[in-house]
Structures are given as structure tokens and as C-alpha cells.
């Protein structure tokens, strides 16, 4: 039986019952089942594609479906040809387009799509969510102005904290925290009243909030907060519009930023300065006038008028400078030599007063009290001798040491001596004995740095060499051992701020760094670079605002690194009479 084209189109559109009465079998139950299987077996692999195959997907999704329909028509029985073997155009389309409207209504292939697109490419197989990835869960009894606090904030990439830290500076930072703050207890009630220091963690701007509760809630909590009870509502009579704890956060003292630059106010020359780490060539008196010794002299220069004068010159005498040291008093400045001598030279007038004798080896190290002079040689001696008196007479031979003395430092009391060697000792004495009082000997490498606390009584901090590297705090006290901080690298000096609970150190090897700490969190406050070799020396000015630093690149750099604010926490006691007016 023949058919035209328009009765193969009423044909298709009539169901399988009244196509048998024309004498046309329809389609078998098992065919039905068949095409159903295809079109399942499609669509599951179609929903695991990878993106790759996506594209090759969508260009072979048309033969496909063409194939099948042909296929299921030819077992059907189905002869819909206006000619043998060829199919209408018109009707190859129409029946291509129901196909496609069909699996995009019964198949999960479109939203399959749609989540891959916003989700990543994994399977949903591995995925351990009962619901699968279609779950829209319910957050209507959510609290999120508590559980977005939950968040962590502090999670960025290294990029964008490599960023902040090169481009942002404190003040920066603070009015960030500031306007943070003010943004959370207007929009989520957090009930902040202070800005915590810009050098603290963020998280202290965070309310506490209980530790063990899930940051998403599923079900809606039987107790809500009532907004009386937050304290962040407006007064109708206010005129502020804001809260009153974001006012109490606005009027709240802002603590000054401190700001250190990271790069020298002046850089000196100094020719010949040596590359020694057990020698002491450079010190700063109380009359601004800074000493230096490069070689076989000694130069002076004035901070005031940057004026530079020769004070000796050893290389007459065939010998050469190791240590320099000033008086208390600004006039007087001794000068170690090489042969073990130690001179007295008056600086305002230029002239040896005396000549010191009774080291075998080169002075490396020298201390300052009062009128008594200490000093430290490589003969493992430490010899105190009272200037005014003949040396003979006044001197003390303090004998503990098994290598070298490298480092001497009064207390500020005046009462202790500390002194470090070559041997990783650091030994402690007084006036009434030639033996030490206290021995430390948890360093592991040479002792240069020393320093005594003029804040705390009794607090002395050293710092060890290329083996241990690492600052230690002591208690004379109790000889007790407080804190210790790895620097990373040698530690070369130590000197404690005259005004503020910090410290500076000076590192060589490797890293050649100045690093300012604050005591006692320990803390770094900056971090100054500059010197190409090992920074040996260093100084701290009268005013105690600024340091100077020496290094085998033979320049001398000045940094300001403290302020002349003291520190606000000041212990008040009732004993003190000065602190009330009666």
C-alpha cells in the first residue's frame, strides 16, 4: 500500500491502534522497552561526560538520535518512504525536533548541564551527601549574624598577602579594623566597643561565640535574641545614626602607629673596618660624638656638626685598634689595641692620659662604670682597674673563662658584671668576689651579645653565634632562665630601647638583618636590611632614638627605630610619693 506525503503526517500523529486498522503494525511491547533502554544507556553517558567531550557530544547527539529512531522504525515495521530507501526531509526533521523536545523534558541531561557548569567536575559518586547534589537545604533558623563570624577571615591567597604587607602600612591597617568593626555591629550586631592594636590578630574584632556548633543550622532555633537584647539598636532620640556601641567604637582612643623606616638616614664610609666578630670598633658617647676604630686609628664624628677628627694613630707603634669604649661621662675613651694594651685618650683635647698593661693578647672588649674600667682579651682574663688610682694597686683579675672574652656589659645598677666568651659561657659577677656568682651555659656557640634591661632589675639578655642563634633572658636574680626566641642567624649585639620594654639585634650570618623585638611577647617590630656582610657593630645616640651600625661593607648606617614616648602602662604604686599631690 502506497501513501502521500500527507497521510504518512496524519499517520504519524494517530495512536498505534487506529495505524493497525490500516493495515500497519505497530510497534512491539519488547521494541518499546528496547528504545526506552537506548534512550536511558544515552542519557547515562551523556550525564558523565568530561568537559572534553562535551563539544564532540552535542555534534554527535543528532546521528545518534537519528540512528535510533531509524533503527526502531525499521523493526517496527514502519515504511514511511515516499521513495525506497530514502526518508522525507520534512519528516526526518519533525521527528528529530519531538525527540529532542522529549529527553529534554523526561531526561536529566539539561540539569546535569546546569550543575556542572557551577560545580566542580567530580563525580557524583564519590560525593558522601545522602541527598546528592541537588539537596536545597532549609536555613530559614540560620543565625548568621553569629555564624559569619565562623568564617575565617584570615584564609587569603599569598598573593594578596603578599600585597598587604608591601603596600599597606599601619595607620592603613588600623582605620581598616576601625571601619570593619563598625560594619559588624551595624549590620550583624556583633557589639564591638574597641579597636584592638593594628599589630594584633583580627580575630580579637570577632564576639565569642560557642566553639562546638555547626556554621550552618538546619533547623530553626526555638530561643531568638530580641533586639533590646543586642544593645545595637538606635535610640529614636538619638541624633547619632549609628548604635551606641559603634559610637562607644568611634570615640574610643586610637593608640598612636608606630612607624620605623626601613631604610638609613645617614650612611658613613668607614674604610678598614674590619670583619671580625670578637671585636668591638664602634661606640656612641653621651656627648653625641661617635668613635670608630678602622686600622691602626681611631676617628671621631660629631652628630651635631658631622665634623670628623683623627683622635690616634697606632700604626707609629706597630699596632692596631680592637675595641673602643666612652665614658660614661663623655670625655674619656679608651681604646684596646692588638698587643693587649689598653689607652686613655681625653677626646676634647686629643691626648693620651694612660697607658693600661697586663693582657698578653689583643682587647676585645671593654666595660665602663664609673671611673673603673673593665676589660675583656683573648688571654681569657677579665682585669677591672680603677683609672684614678695606680694600676697596680686598683687592679682585679677575674679568671672563669676557657677561650676568648668577647662581650662585657655593667648592669645599669652598676652592681653586675656580665661577660660572655668564646668558651659558650655567659658568667656573672660582683664587686666582693674574683669568682662568678651565676654561669649560663646553655648557649652553643660564642657569647658577644649582651645587654641588661634598664626596665626590669636583674633582666640580662644575651645572644649566641652561628651555632646557636638564638636570644636568651635571665633572671640574676634567681639565675633562673626566662625565654629564649630563635633569630635564625648569628646574633652579633644586643641593646635595649631607653624608654619602651623593646630590644634590637644585630645578626650575621646569613641573613645579615637588624630585627627590633618587643619584650616580652617577643614579638618583631621591624625588620631593617641594608648591610652586605655581617652587622658586627652597633651603637645606640644619647637620646636613645636612634642606633648606628657597622659592617665589613664598611659603612656605618643610622636607623630610628625608637621613640622617646614612654611606654603608657606605668606601674602606680601608693608607696611612691610623687604619684599623688598631698
Not at 486498522?21 to 537506548?38: A, F, I, N, T
Not at 579597636?195 to 560557642?210: A, G, K, M
Request: net charge positive.
Amino acid at each position: 500500500m502506497r501513501f502521500n506525503e500527507k497521510e504518512l503526517v496524519s499517520l504519524s500523529r494517530q495512536p498505534s491502534e487506529m495505524a493497525a486498522e490500516l493495515g500497519m503494525r505497530g510497534p512491539k511491547k519488547g521494541d518499546v522497552v528496547k528504545k526506552r533502554l537506548v534512550k536511558l544507556v544515552v542519557n547515562f553517558l551523556f550525564y558523565f561526560r568530561t568537559d572534553e567531550e562535551e563539544h564532540s557530544w552535542m555534534k554527535r547527539r543528532g546521528s545518534i538520535c537519528l540512528s535510533v529512531t531509524r533503527k526502531n522504525s525499521v523493526a517496527s515495521g514502519w515504511t514511511p518512504l515516499s521513495k525506497p530507501g530514502i526518508m522525507d526531509q520534512d519528516y526526518e526533521c519533525r521527528l528529530l525536533r519531538q525527540i529532542n523536545i522529549q529527553n529534554e523534558n523526561a531526561s536529566p541531561i539539561k540539569a546535569a548541564g546546569a550543575v556542572r557548569a557551577l560545580t566542580p567536575t567530580s563525580s557524583p559518586l564519590s560525593s558522601p551527601s545522602k541527598h546528592g547534589d541537588r539537596f536545597i537545604p532549609s536555613r530559614a533558623g540560620a543565625n548568621w549574624s553569629v555564624n559569619f563570624h565562623r568564617i575565617n577571615e584570615i584564609e587569603k591567597s599569598h598573593n594578596q598577602n603578599r600585597k598587604t604587607k608591601d603596600g599597606t602600612t599601619d595607620s592603613n591597617k588600623a582605620d581598616g579594623l576601625a571601619y570593619s568593626a563598625l560594619l559588624k555591629n551595624e549590620l550583624l550586631g556583633a557589639g564591638i566597643e574597641k579597636v584592638q592594636d593594628p599589630q594584633s590578630e583580627d580575630r580579637r574584632l570577632q564576639p565569642s561565640t560557642p566553639a562546638k556548633r555547626s556554621l550552618f543550622s538546619y533547623s530553626v532555633s526555638a530561643k531568638r535574641a530580641m533586639p533590646e537584647e543586642d544593645g545595637n539598636t538606635v535610640s529614636p532620640y538619638s541624633l547619632s545614626p549609628v548604635s551606641s556601641n559603634s559610637q562607644k567604637l568611634l570615640r574610643s582612643p586610637r593608640k598612636p602607629t608606630r612607624k620605623i623606616s626601613k631604610i638609613p638616614f645617614k650612611v658613613l664610609d668607614a674604610p678598614e673596618l674590619q670583619d671580625d666578630f670578637y671585636l668591638n670598633l664602634v661606640d656612641w658617647s653621651s656627648l653625641n660624638v661617635l668613635s670608630v676604630g678602622l686600622g691602626t686609628c681611631v676617628y671621631l664624628w660629631s652628630a651635631c656638626t658631622s665634623q670628623v677628627t683623627r683622635l690616634c694613630d697606632l700604626s707609629v707603634e706597630g699596632d692596631s685598634v680592637t675595641s673602643v669604649g666612652w665614658s660614661e661621662r663623655g670625655n674619656l675613651v679608651a681604646v684596646g689595641t692588638h698587643k693587649g694594651y689598653v689607652q686613655i685618650w681625653d677626646a676634647a683635647a686629643g691626648k693620651k692620659l694612660s697607658v693600661l698593661e697586663g693582657h698578653t693578647a689583643r682587647v676585645g672588649a671593654l666595660a665602663w662604670n664609673a671611673d673603673q674600667l673593665s676589660s675583656g682579651s683573648r688571654d681569657r682574663v677579665i682585669l677591672q682597674r680603677d683609672i684614678r688610682a695606680p694600676p697596680l694597686q686598683s687592679e682585679r683579675r677575674l679568671q672563669g673563662h676557657r677561650q676568648e672574652v668577647c662581650g662585657l656589659k655593667w648592669s645599669t645598677d652598676h652592681q653586675l658584671l656580665a661577660s660572655g666568651g668564646n668558651d659558650n659561657k655567659l658568667l656573672v659577677w660582683n664587686h666582693s668576689s674574683v669568682l662568678p656568682v651565676q654561669q649560663y651555659t646553655e648557649h652553643l656557640a660564642a657569647v658577644k651579645a649582651i645587654a641588661w634591661s634598664p626596665h626590669q632589675h636583674g633582666l640580662l639578655a644575651s645572644g649566641g653565634g652561628t651555632a646557636d642563634r638564638c636570644i636568651r633572658f635571665w633572671n640574676t636574680l634567681t639565675g633562673q632562665p626566662l625565654q629564649c626566641t630563635d633569630t635564625g642567624s648569628q646574633v652579633c649585639n644586643l641593646a635595649w630601647s631607653k624608654h619602651t620594654n623593646e630590644l634590637v639585634s644585630t645578626h650575621g650570618y646569613s641573613q645579615n638583618q637588624i630585627l627590633v623585638w618587643k619584650y616580652p611577647s617577643l614579638t618583631q617590630v621591624a625588620k631593617l636590611t641594608g648591610h652586605s656582610y655581617r652587622v658586627l657593630y652597633l651603637a645606640m645616640s644619647p637620646d636613645g632614638e636612634a642606633i648606628v651600625t657597622g659592617a665589613g661593607d664598611e659603612t656605618l648606617r643610622f636607623w630610628n627605630v625608637f621613640s622617646k614616648m614612654r611606654s603608657t602602662k606605668e606601674s602606680v604604686s601608693v608607696l611612691n610619693l610623687f604619684t599623688r599631690i598631698r
